[in-house]
């Protein structure tokens, strides 16, 4: 009702069946604009966000998916570091989720080149729901996306006993568990291919102490993360 109050011609309401999936890919179908900016109903958008993230693009052609700093608020009451640049995002895909879902905005020129086939735009996929933008992060990373966040705050996040996080725990962690070893499939063939032979040496080394128990496998997938940014670093 609140939606509908507006007359305004730029806003469209969409009404859908109550499926979290299925209307993520039917709103990023039916978008018109330049950007595309994902936000959650529970949480709070900061007055300057859309102006300050379209003002990063239009300075930064070369980005196409950017985040930002979000304050915690509700169970949780922090602030999280925030990486800044693409290497540093997207080494850190193996441990960690670099980009806040409610945060990120997407240029749709970028993501039409690469998903769209009969005006569909399937970003998000059913079989990673509760893991979803993780998924979607990984997959974008795999198809050559560059990615940024602002260190700056522009979104407040709503954390609750009755969030995803908290009532899909089991759920949540077999598929990141899944995702997660084919990115680590995909960054140890990217370390093979490494000319650096110290890199590779040091790897080579972590995975034989894993083996033998000396490293837990967070440490080894930390090792890999720095290893794969230095690569990513000397490119």
């Known amino acids: 009702n609140i939606i509908k109050s507006y007359n305004d011609s730029r806003i469209r309401l969409i009404c859908e069946r109550h499926d979290y999936i299925h209307s993520l890919n039917v709103a990023v179908s039916e978008s018109k604009g330049k950007y595309i ?103 974008l990373f795999m198809k050559n996306f560059r990615f940024a966040n602002l260190n700056t705050i522009l979104v407040r996040y709503r954390t609750s006993e009755k969030q995803i996080t908290a009532t899909r725990v089991v759920e949540m962690k077999n598929v990141l568990r899944k995702m997660r070893a084919e990115l680590f499939d995909y960054i140890n063939d990217e370390i093979k291919l490494c000319n650096d032979q110290e890199l590779k040496s040091f790897y080579k080394i972590s995975c034989i102490m894993y083996k033998r128990k ?15 940014k230095t690569i990513l670093d000397k490119k």
């Open 37 to 139: 900016a994902h936000m959650d109903s529970d949480d709070i958008m900061l007055k300057q966000r859309l102006y300050e993230q379209v003002k990063y693009m239009e300075s930064h052609p070369d980005i196409d998916v950017l985040g930002s700093g979000v304050e915690y608020f509700g169970k949780t009451k922090i602030n999280p570091p925030v990486l800044e640049n693409h290497n540093e995002i997207v080494a850190s895909m193996i441990v960690s989720s670099p980009l806040i879902h409610p945060t990120v905005m997407f240029r749709r020129e970028s993501l039409i080149k690469a998903y769209a086939s009969n005006g569909i735009l399937p970003l998000y996929e059913e079989n990673f729901k509760y893991a979803e933008d993780v998924r979607l992060w990984i997959i």
């Open 214 to 228: 000396v490293l837990k496998k967070n440490d080894l997938l930390n090792i890999l993360s720095s290893i794969y």
